[in-house]
T-cell receptor, first 117, second 116 residues
C-alpha cells in the first residue's frame, strides 16, 4: 500500500515568488488535508477536502494561499507572493472517511519544507 | 484556549526502559478521538495509536499503550522497552466530532531521546 507522497520535498524561493506543492494521497482515500508546521510547534490545520470539494478552511489560509483537488485525487497548494513568514513544513494527510467520524485516522506524507529568503 | 497540552518539552530515557509521555486535553464534546503521532528527524508524521472517548479499554498497539483517564482529561502514551529508534518528536492530537471539524488539533510535542 503506497503511502501519501509529496513533491517537492524541499523548496527554496525568494520573497515575492509563487510556489506550488503537490500531494498524492493514499489511493481510495477520499479525504485530504493540508497542515503547516513551523519550527518547534505541532502541525496547524490549513484546509480539508472531501473528494474534490474543499469543505473547511482555516483562517490561517490567507488569500495568498489556494488549494485545489480537481478530480478528487491529488491536491495542490499554491502560495502567491511568498513572505518570509511562510517558511515552514507543509504536511499533507489523507484518510479513508470512517463511518465513526472521530476514529478516521489521518496518514501523513513526508512534507515539503519551504524556505523563503 | 489550548486544547492539547504536552508539558514535557524533552525526555531522556535509557534504552530498554519504559517511558510515559504526558498529554492533557480540553473539550466540551462527549465524543472525541485522541491520536499519537511520532515525527522522526526526517519530518514524516507516523500514526501510532488511537483512543476514542467511548472506548472502555485503553488502546494498545505493540509496544505502545495509552493510559486514558477520561475524568482527568489525560491520554498519556506509554512506550515499553524503549529502543534507540524511538528517539523522535511525539505529538498528541485530538479530533472532536462527529459534527465537529475534521481537523486534528495538535499539542506542541515532546522530544524523546533514548540513550544507549
Amino acid at each position: 500500500d503506497t503511502g501519501v507522497s509529496q513533491d517537492p520535498r524541499h523548496k527554496i524561493t525568494k520573497r515575492g515568488q509563487n510556489v506550488t506543492f503537490r500531494c498524492d494521497p493514499i489511493s481510495e482515500h477520499n479525504r485530504l488535508y493540508w497542515y503547516r508546521q513551523t519550527l518547534g510547534q505541532g502541525p496547524e490545520f490549513l484546509t480539508y477536502f472531501q473528494n474534490e470539494a474543499q469543505l473547511e478552511k482555516s483562517r490561517l489560509l490567507s488569500d495568498r494561499f489556494s488549494a485545489e483537488r480537481p478530480k478528487g485525487s491529488f491536491s495542490t497548494l499554491e502560495i502567491q507572493r511568498t513572505e518570509q513568514g511562510d517558511s515552514a513544513m507543509y504536511l499533507c494527510a489523507s484518510s479513508k472517511g470512517s463511518r465513526v467520524a472521530i476514529r478516521d485516522t489521518q496518514y501523513f506524507g513526508p512534507g515539503t519544507r519551504l524556505t523563503v529568503l | 484556549a489550548q486544547k492539547i497540552t504536552q508539558t514535557q518539552p524533552g525526555m531522556f530515557v535509557q534504552e530498554k526502559e519504559a517511558v510515559t509521555l504526558d498529554c492533557t486535553y480540553d473539550t466540551s464534546d462527549q465524543s472525541y478521538g485522541l491520536f499519537w503521532y511520532k515525527q522522526p528527524s526526517s519530518g514524516e508524521m507516523i500514526f501510532l495509536i488511537y483512543q476514542g472517548s467511548y472506548d472502555e479499554q485503553n488502546a494498545t498497539e505493540g509496544r505502545y499503550s495509552l493510559n486514558f483517564q477520561k475524568a482527568r482529561k489525560s491520554a498519556n502514551l506509554v512506550i515499553s522497552a524503549s529502543q534507540l529508534g524511538d528517539s523522535a518528536m511525539y505529538f498528541c492530537a485530538m479530533r472532536e466530532g462527529p459534527g465537529g471539524a475534521q481537523k486534528l488539533v495538535f499539542g506542541q510535542g515532546t522530544r524523546l531521546t533514548i540513550n544507549p
